[in-house]
């Protein structure tokens, strides 16, 4: 039984790939792409932990997973221990857009939001062409590692949240389109250890259009087994954790 306030968390496999899924009824659902494998990233890192969180408490369907060779999720990783290049990221955009056919065919809903976090922000890049994905998120892109001059070609509606002290993230480097929003999270550094929530609340509040009470309820369905620029006040609060009791 799930209380009210209470959002439940379900493991899931979809394909080879181990995933989290917390259900919602606020379109669009989204999707969640990991940090770099050979750093530790996986779905359970402290930034995509958050952000699961604070969609899912807005109301958001989101799917967290690991790519192919991390964590539980079968295969071989090409960006194993040992590299931390961002070379070919062929298997894990196919990996991301398994995650997102998978979600919408469990919502029921037309269109998904990617948010790609560090590494993920350039296979959520990679991924956006595919007709149902409908939004952007790239948070903490690493242009000291991977180019981004794609982002300047993106036309769906693009969420970029940097950290104010990021050695990996050269805002100077990105070149937004017109219409998307450039948000930078102060004090904060490239693993938000300051300003967690901050980024959550920031995230949720973009993709329902306003800056207001970004509350929603977490009922929504199973799933089988020129940019503008905005400096935010200081957010470092600690993270939430997520409800993961299955009853």
């Known amino acids: ?23 919602g009824t606020r379109e669009p659902p ?24 604070a969609l899912t408490r807005a109301g958001h369907p989101t799917m967290r997973f690991d790519y192919r060779g991390v964590g539980a999720s079968r295969g071989v990783s090409r960006h194993g221990v040992g590299s931390t290049r961002i070379a070919d990221l062929q298997d894990e955009v196919a990996d991301l857009h398994r995650i997102c056919e998978h979600l919408l065919a469990s919502t029921h809903m037309a269109e ?52 104010h002290q990021d050695p990996y993230c050269d805002r100077s480097a990105l070149r937004p389109p017109d219409g998307a929003r450039l948000e930078i999270i102060p004090h904060s550094d490239h693993f938000f250890g300051r300003g967690l929530t901050e980024l959550g609340k920031t995230v949720a509040e973009w993709l329902r259009g306003d800056r207001s009470d970004y509350l929603a309820p977490p009922d ?20 939430l954790e997520l409800d993961t009791d299955p009853e």
Do not use: N
């Open 220 to 239: 929504g369905p199973e799933v089988a087994g020129a940019a503008a620029e905005l400096e935010l006040d200081p957010g470092d609060g600690d993270s």
């Open 30 to 53: 989204c999707a969640i792409a990991a940090p770099h494998p050979a750093l530790g990233g996986s779905m359970l890192s402290p930034v995509v932990a958050e952000l699961a969180w």
């Open 112 to 163: 998904v939001c990617l948010v790609g976090y560090s590494f993920g922000a350039a296979v959520a890049l990679e991924a956006v062409q595919e007709p149902r994905v409908g939004r952007l998120v790239l948070i903490a892109p690493p242009t000291q590692l991977y180019d981004f001059e794609a982002i300047s070609a993106v036309r769906k509606p693009l969420l970029i949240v940097c950290a």
């Open 1 to 23: 039984m799930v209380l009210s306030g209470q959002y439940l968390e379900r493991s899931v496999v979809v394909g080879e790939l181990d995933a989290l899924y917390h259900r």
